[in-house]
């Protein structure tokens, strides 16, 4: 693990930053929850100038409360389900700023009774936004995982608590960055790129029937 890291970690610099890692950057975890929820099923190249147009206009729980969701919604198309996303924003920051006096919930169990919040977009927000330890599993962390057989898991959530029995933790909070960079760069869901990979020589590939 400790040489998939080091690797993973040279490789992760000669590529551009995931969305949501770049918004974290601002040190709020309202922008990252946010701009998480924009992420879902949505390309990085469309989810950071999404949340950018968004911010924009509101950048606080309060100001996003008080927008139209038809404001929401221009603001954050084309994301996929850019509709249902705008409710579910506007509904999140109203909430926030009712019940949580603008402070974004610090906690998992907190985080998940946020509609349209699931167990990566909390761990996320814990882990960027609060600097928390935590490991956000998406399907690229989970297909990862997998595939150079560190876990043997049939979904996100159980890859999440297989890896915390495995992985040390000064690793968690960017285990997530660099498996998401890599995934999407070199190890494809489909015809991976086996032949450049800097972490070939550590892996099982398996499920790997045809690379590159």
């Known amino acids: 693990i400790n040489a998939i890291i080091k690797a993973l970690s040279r ?7 995931p969305s949501v890692t770049k918004v974290s950057k601002t040190e709020d975890p309202f922008k990252v929850l946010i701009s998480c929820l924009i992420s879902l099923r949505t390309k990085d190249e ?12 509101a950048d606080t729980p309060e100001k996003l409360m008080r927008l139209s969701t038809k404001q929401i919604e221009k603001a954050i198309y084309p994301a996929g389900f850019y509709i249902t996303k705008a409710k579910r924003i506007k509904a ?16 998992i169990e907190e985080l998940l009774t946020l509609h349209g919040v699931g ?3 909390a761990n996320i927000v814990i882990t960027l936004g609060h600097g928390k330890n935590g490991i956000a ?3 690229h962390v989970h297909r990862l995982s997998n595939r150079l057989g560190l876990v043997k898991t049939k979904n996100p959530h159980e890859t ?12 968690w909070i960017i285990y997530n ?18 032949s450049k990979c800097n972490i070939s020589e550590f892996c099982d590939k398996v499920g790997v029937d045809i690379s590159r």
């Not at 490789?11 to 930053?17: L, P």
């Not at 469309?46 to 206009?57: C, E, G, I, M, N």
């Open 11 to 17: 490789e992760y610099n000669k590529h551009e930053e």
């Open 46 to 57: 469309v989810t950071y100038p999404a949340s950018q147009r968004l911010f924009a206009l």
């Open 92 to 107: 999140i920051a109203q909430i926030i700023h009712e019940k949580y006096n603008d402070k974004v919930p610090d906690t």
């Open 119 to 121: 167990r990566k977009t």
């Open 137 to 139: 599993v998406d399907t």
């Open 160 to 171: 999440e608590f297989a890896l915390m029995k495995i992985l040390p933790e000064k690793f």
């Open 177 to 194: 960055d660099l498996l998401v960079s890599h995934g999407q760069n070199t190890c494809r869901p489909i015809s991976p790129f086996c």
